[in-house]
């Protein structure tokens, strides 16, 4: 049986996500959140950095960073000694300060992730099935929910901040794609995700799109967090994408953002079909397939998607025809949206990601990108765990982060407050 919210009662820690008001305690949890954000993105600051690039004022700097260390949210680093006058004692964020619960709903497995505040893994539990149903994922989160929860010590489990959910949108439409019944795949049409999962579990739910949630996973953990905008392409059992803009994470108006899995393709000159979805060149199911037909075991894309067995030509095949699809989607994309960077990442071994951004670059170059600026295509840094990383991410963003990097606003029919007024990305008390 899954634990009970009293056994794990909810964090006090995490501030409310309608944290950008007009009044005092708005003010407060917003600057918060901005120096969280900060240290984040730069590993550590000490509050002269910190007032420098908030503009807030060293004792107002002070006094904050102060509160969120004594909240068990940021620590103390080693002084820094050498130079003139007191030695500067810069701060990070403290992993033991928050946790979070990632699920990845996907079509050959479920994986559970317990993370840290800094995205570290701590705990993990995976079940591969032939393809997902409602009553497999019930089953795999009564399993696992409450042993990874009450693997921390009892006096951290009141900060687990929540369960963030990464899930395919409508899975019911890709039955053939995956071998599964249609019947099987119709139940998810009536299965409402996050209402269920709030059933059974202690912790509040968060649910996202799978693949803007390793997107998040990327921009919040990953090296690509240095980076203001980019385009982000997954490769999991399908192909999918998220988009970062101006530093934020962009879902979009239905969270449906850099769907590119449903973007037209252009085959090479004589390619049949000469149009079709990038899902159907690009996506690792394409590639078990073709070594099904060989007569080989392709289990192990799914089994151990940091270590495939050596499927030789039929790889190197594979590789070709994806790098050239996704150098035709990222070509397409940049003429819309001009982002710095194209980032690809997927459920494969890192040598592989490597090899591939390598295709993928060579490919874009050859293609017509007249008028267009340039954009770097670099590998991801997460891998294979993104959705599930990215789903625990969730409830972080939702606790910890500013207002502008929100995945997820006001529910309709909540009060919405009066803008603060901001100086230099701070926020000044009414």
Not at 250 to 279: E, F, H, W
Not at 293 to 303: T, V
Not at 306 to 319: H, Q, T, V
């Amino acid at each position: 049986m899954p634990a009970s919210a009293d056994e794990y009662p909810p964090s006090p820690t995490p501030s409310p996500a309608n944290a950008g008001g007009a009044d005092q305690a708005g003010v407060r949890l917003y600057n918060e959140r901005l120096i969280l954000s900060l240290t984040r993105r730069f590993g550590q600051l000490s509050k002269i950095e910190v007032a420098r690039l908030t503009g807030l004022s060293v004792q107002s700097t002070s006094t904050i960073m102060n509160r969120l260390q004594a909240d068990g949210l940021l620590k103390r680093e080693a002084p820094l000694r050498g130079r003139v006058g007191q030695p500067t004692v810069p701060a990070s964020l403290d992993p033991e300060g928050a946790f979070s619960i990632g699920l990845k709903i996907g079509r050959r497995s479920c994986d559970m992730v317990l993370i840290d505040f800094c995205g570290g893994v701590r705990r993990r539990a995976h079940r591969a099935h032939p393809y997902p149903t409602p009553d497999r994922l019930l089953d795999f989160v009564a399993d696992e929910l409450k042993p990874l929860i009450g693997s921390l010590p009892a006096a951290k489990r009141r900060r687990v901040a929540g369960l963030g959910v990464a899930a395919p949108f409508q899975l019911w439409n890709w039955s053939a794609e995956i071998g599964a019944p249609a019947d099987k795949m119709d139940a998810w049409r009536s299965f409402q995700i996050e209402e269920e999962l709030a059933r059974v579990s202690p912790v509040g739910v968060t649910l996202c799109n799978d693949a803007t949630s390793a997107c998040a996973a990327e921009f919040f953990f990953g090296e690509a967090r240095q980076r203001r905008d980019f385009l982000y392409f997954f490769l999991g059992a399908f192909v999918g994408g998220g988009l970062v803009l101006d530093g934020a994470l962009y879902p979009g108006r239905t969270g449906n953002a850099a769907a590119v899995g449903s973007m037209p393709i252009a085959a090479p000159q004589g390619g049949d079909p000469p149009i079709s979805q990038l899902i159907a060149r690009a996506s690792i199911y394409q590639l078990e397939r073709r070594v099904a037909a060989a007569g080989l075991d392709p289990s192990s894309l799914w089994r151990t998607p940091e270590a495939w067995d050596d499927f030789g030509p039929l790889l190197d095949a594979w590789i070709d025809e994806a790098a050239y699809a996704l150098a035709y989607a990222a070509v397409a994309a940049m003429s819309v949206i001009d982002v710095e960077a194209i980032v690809i990442d997927g459920a494969m071994p890192f040598d592989l990601r490597e090899r591939l951004c390598l295709r993928v670059a060579a490919q874009a170059e050859a293609l017509d990108r007249r008028g267009l600026s340039d954009a770097t295509i670099v590998a991801g840094s997460i891998g294979a765990d993104a959705r599930a990383i990215g789903g625990a991410a969730l409830p972080l963003i939702k606790a910890f982060a500013r207002d502008r990097e929100l995945v997820f606003k006001d529910a309709p029919g909540e009060s919405k407050r009066a803008p603060p007024t901001r100086r230099n990305g701070a926020v000044a008390a009414p």
